[in-house]
């Protein structure tokens, strides 16, 4: 019969090949924050320029798959949760899309 230590370590990897408890270590740590917040203090508003660079850093962060720490910066920093359009990206900020043909 197995023993709970080895029904725990079961579990754990299993919730970690699922990618769940990556996922619920995020949420309790944003829970986490948001309970911390001195809810006194109020935010500035997202300015324009913060939102951008908020963007390019959800972007950098989901590209390399750290879709927790980005789902962080989205409950604290008040980001949309819906990305914005990458094209709307590139023409505020006056960058062109390299192509795949264009790297060479």
Do not use: C, W
């Not at 324009?48 to 980005?70: M, P, Q, V």
């Not at 008040?78 to 264009?102: H, T, Y």
């Amino acid at each position: 019969m197995a023993t709970v230590a080895e029904l725990k370590a079961v579990l754990k990897d299993t919730l970690e090949k699922r990618g769940v408890l990556g996922h619920l270590k995020a949420r309790i740590r944003a829970e986490v924050f948001n309970a911390l917040d001195d809810e006194s203090e109020s935010r500035p508003s997202l300015s324009h320029e913060n939102l951008l660079i908020n963007e390019l850093i959800r972007e950098y962060l989901e590209f390399n798959k750290y879709k927790y720490t980005a789902s962080v910066l989205i409950s604290e920093s008040g980001q949309p949760v819906v990305p914005l359009d990458r094209q709307f990206l590139i023409r505020e900020l006056n960058a062109f899309e390299e192509s795949k043909d264009d790297t060479m």
